[in-house]
């Protein structure tokens, strides 16, 4: 270990505080009880589809794009994924067929 | 008592195969994170520590590099902090649902990461199960699969019995699914678009590492310029 028990301890703490920080947070802004205003209720129920548009580009954001395999292997993934998804409405199919295509794909190629 | 009881099982049971593909990636994703902690000279025990105590996956990643002589604790405050803002904006879609789950909304509220977020929002309840009950479960499982995937890496991620490089697309996989589920219901579209474009907009601007915070903004600030037009279905928060 590179420093020691109780720093290490400390650092984990530092982090797992932080980390619930922001979690809290909305909580804390709005506690129970208090009155949620029409525009918060509105953003609650529009950030969701918005933050799952996001985190599908979030989870891409390291695929190389201009260069070789010019992002083939996810393209075609996520195209499966979601075409298999439409047309079954199966969860474990989509994601597992999706899955399964990207790491043929990337060890192969 | 026993009713009680039996209901948690019955929640427990409803829960699993939604938590499935969550399952897949973060045992593996785990399992990474173990074996760069245990390169560090931290046993499994600490990996199983941090994963309970922590429970965020980019943001121990990166808290790997922390563990070195001469930290400075304001700087991993930092760090942390701008891998995990994103977080900040999850909780105001789960206001009133967590409102009403008592003191176990504090562990929901811990629980909050990117794929648990995403599953409490969209998985339709079933029937047959108290909705607290089906919601603690789906956060219980989801972070059992992480603790047990680190801890596995802190004791023997360098042995897998197979080449799993790519096995974490399951994540990514995970949120085109819900997309499309989303993408079903015509309210959710407009919403959907301005996540990616304002995403994909931020990615070419401030790079890989820095464009979910100007994202979640931007995000924010077109849903709230678009009020108006947005505000065709009025139904129940976060469905």
């Given amino acids: 270990m590179p420093v020691s028990a109780f720093t290490s301890f400390l650092i984990i703490l530092a982090v797992a505080v932080t980390t619930f920080g922001t979690r809290v947070f909305?909580?804390?802004?709005?506690?129970?009880?208090?009155?949620?205003?029409?525009?918060?209720k509105y953003l609650g129920r529009v950030l969701t589809p918005a933050v799952i548009g996001m985190l599908v580009v979030y989870c891409l954001r390291s695929t190389t794009v201009w260069s070789a395999p010019y992002g083939l292997p996810e393209a075609a993934a996520v195209a499966v994924t979601a075409l298999l998804h439409v047309w079954k409405r199966n969860n474990l199919l989509s994601i597992g067929a999706g899955t399964v295509l990207y790491m043929v794909l990337i060890q192969c190629l | 008592m026993k009713g009680y009881r039996k209901g948690y099982r019955k929640a427990f049971q409803r829960a699993f195969p939604y938590t499935i593909p969550v399952l897949t990636g973060y045992l593996f994703i785990g399992i990474a994170f173990g074996v760069m902690f245990s390169e560090k000279g931290y046993s499994f025990l600490w990996a199983g520590l941090m994963s309970?105590?922590?429970?965020?996956?980019?943001?121990?990643?990166?808290?790997?590099?922390?563990?070195?002589?001469?930290?400075?604790?304001?700087?991993?405050?930092f760090l942390t902090l701008m891998v995990n803002i994103r977080h900040i904006f999850y909780g105001i879609s789960l206001l009133e649902k967590?409102?009403?789950?008592?003191?176990?909304?504090?562990?929901?509220?811990?629980?909050?990461?990117?794929?648990?977020?995403?599953?409490?929002?969209?998985?339709?309840?079933?029937?047959?199960?108290?909705?607290?009950?089906?919601?603690?479960?789906?956060?219980?499982?989801?972070?059992?699969y992480w603790v047990i995937g680190s801890m596995i890496g802190g004791i023997a991620g360098n042995f897998l019995p197979f080449d799993s490089e790519g096995i974490d697309f399951a994540m990514t996989a995970l949120f085109v699914v819900i997309f499309v589920e989303q993408w079903m219901e015509k309210k959710n579209r407009a919403p959907e678009v301005i996540g990616v474009l304002a995403a994909c907009f931020c990615l070419q601007i401030f790079g890989a590492d820095g464009f979910v915070l100007p994202a979640m903004l931007l995000i924010t600030l077109l849903l709230?310029?678009?009020?108006?037009?947005?505000?065709?279905?009025?139904?129940?928060?976060?469905?």
């Fill in chain 1, 26 to 40: 909305p909580f804390l802004v709005f506690p129970k009880g208090k009155e949620i205003p029409d525009v918060v």
């Fill in chain 2, 52 to 77: 309970l105590l922590v429970y965020a996956g980019s943001g121990q990643y990166l808290a790997v590099n922390f563990f070195a002589p001469g930290v400075s604790f304001l700087q991993v405050i």
């Fill in chain 2, 98 to 144: 967590f409102h009403g789950m008592g003191k176990k909304r504090w562990y929901m509220i811990f629980g909050l990461t990117d794929e648990t977020y995403s599953l409490l929002c969209t998985t339709k309840v079933p029937e047959d199960v108290e909705e607290d009950q089906f919601l603690l479960a789906v956060s219980l499982l989801d972070q059992s």
């Fill in chain 2, 224 to 239: 709230f310029v678009g009020r108006k037009r947005l505000e065709g279905g009025e139904e129940e928060p976060c469905r």
